[in-house]
């Protein structure tokens, strides 16, 4: 016992010895008998000690010598192998911020009104549960929150919206240095209203309930692939097919949603039960998502929760967006001022066309890129690169969902294909 020096040993507590020195460092030293063959702890201050410190816990049966209880010897005696790991709420808050769990998170910079937080709340509780995270990016960069906001009264102010806002749990955290709020709320299982209004949430976006809260909900990859869905089934059903699929799309203009973003909702619908089918499509040109979604026909997570790739149409037509459902004399037609949507395997790799009369700013493009957006097409003789000529795919949507002379009758053959899957799904038990 030399290697221990008691000078200064003081009672912190009531069974905790403070002011020991072992080696030169300090230790605290948790002292316990062991009637009856047993090491019982009965304070909280043994178990703050035992975790936060450097610290020893000593039994002693008053016959024979005190023996110092190892950790090793607890497993061994107690036959544990195996051992859980539970985070606290800061070390959670944290994974939760870097998206290292699968939590469905709001994010605000700064501190919003008291009725955007009642909303935002009112989204996740409608929706899965999640948290809100006050203080931080959407980009997970922690901002911080200044004591200039008025953050207590403006949380308290949002809880009045409704009685299920009693029940959330808000901490206040430092992280780094900097303060956040986070806003824990559990899934509801009654409708929370904000001014007589649901709220659910799409991935990060906020939305009133759809119209039809029952009907089967089809959620795409672009702001643009549902409403070449929805025009074709109008289409379809018009012509008598389809006619008992009855089936609702989220629609939505400026909501980012890519298929990362779409692939996290699918993560977060398929944690829990859900109340209808949501039916996630994913288009075919991203390797990443064909492996992970197009093994199978269609995905069932059991929860009503499906997803799918968009069918191939042929060998050729394999790793394509959902433009190439279209025949592509009609995907390349041009609309009254002179602009078509131009395909990658028009071109030469250094940008020159094969028929000598376009160029693009686009080099080395895949044959069944789509040229649009930075991807600008000119024509040869436009040596100054003024006029772009290139159709964008939210225009050439435009066109046909407005039934524009030349863009309304598409054959539309191919998008039975989607269909064919989304009543698979629809008619399924």
Not at 141 to 152: H, K, P, Q, T
Not at 283 to 307: I, L
Not at 337 to 344: A, H, V, Y
Not at 365 to 386: C, F, H, Q, T
Request: aromatic share 12%.
């Amino acid at each position: 016992m030399d290697e221990y020096d008691c000078d200064n040993v003081d009672d912190s507590a009531l069974t905790i010895l403070s002011g020991i020195k072992k080696k030169g460092n300090d230790i605290y030293i948790i002292p316990r008998p062991s009637d009856d063959g047993k090491v019982i702890l009965y304070y909280d201050a043994e178990f703050d000690t035992l975790e936060y410190t450097d610290s020893e816990l000593w039994y002693e049966d008053g016959i024979s010598t005190p023996q110092r209880l190892t950790f090793g010897k607890v497993l061994r005696e107690a036959k544990i192998n195996k051992i859980p790991i539970t985070k606290n709420k800061k070390e959670k808050i944290i994974d939760i911020i870097h998206h290292i769990t699968d939590e469905d998170v709001a994010y605000e910079p700064i501190l919003p009104s008291s009725f955007d937080i009642a909303k935002t709340m009112a989204s996740l509780g409608n929706t899965n549960g999640g948290y809100l995270i006050i203080g931080c990016s959407k980009e997970s960069e922690v901002l911080g929150i200044s004591d200039e906001f008025n953050i207590e009264k403006t949380i308290q102010e949002s809880i009045q919206y409704s009685e299920y806002f009693e029940r959330v749990q808000t901490e206040k955290m430092d992280i780094s240095g900097k303060i956040i709020i986070s806003i824990r709320v559990e899934k509801s299982n009654k409708d929370i209203l904000i001014d007589a209004r649901k709220y659910v949430r799409y991935g990060t976006m906020i939305v009133e309930d759809l119209e039809d809260a029952a009907k089967p909900t089809i959620i795409t990859e672009g702001k643009t692939d549902w409403k070449h869905l929805k025009k074709a089934l109008e289409r379809f059903q018009s012509d008598g097919l389809y006619t008992e699929l009855d089936i609702q799309f989220l629609e939505y203009e400026d909501m980012d949603m890519g298929d990362a973003e779409l692939d996290r909702m699918v993560q977060t619908f398929s944690k829990i039960e859900q109340p209808k089918k949501y039916i996630f499509m994913f288009d075919r040109d991203n390797p990443k998502y064909v492996k992970k979604y197009a093994e199978k026909e269609f995905n069932d997570y059991g929860n009503n929760v499906y997803t799918f790739c968009i069918p191939k149409i042929s060998k050729e037509l394999d790793q394509i967006c959902i433009e190439f459902y279209y025949k592509k004399e009609d995907l390349k037609t041009i609309d009254t001022n002179n602009r078509r949507i131009f395909l990658g395997e028009e071109f030469l790799p250094n940008g020159n066309s094969k028929c000598s009369r376009y160029v693009t700013e686009k080099r080395n493009a895949k044959p069944l890129d789509i040229l649009d957006r930075d991807k600008k097409v000119y024509l040869k003789e436009d040596n100054e690169w003024s006029n772009n000529i290139a159709l964008s795919k939210n225009d050439f949507t435009s066109n046909i969902v407005n039934n524009i002379d030349g863009f309304n009758d598409f054959d539309i053959e191919y998008f039975q294909l989607i269909f064919n899957v989304i009543e698979k799904i629809y008619k399924k038990k």
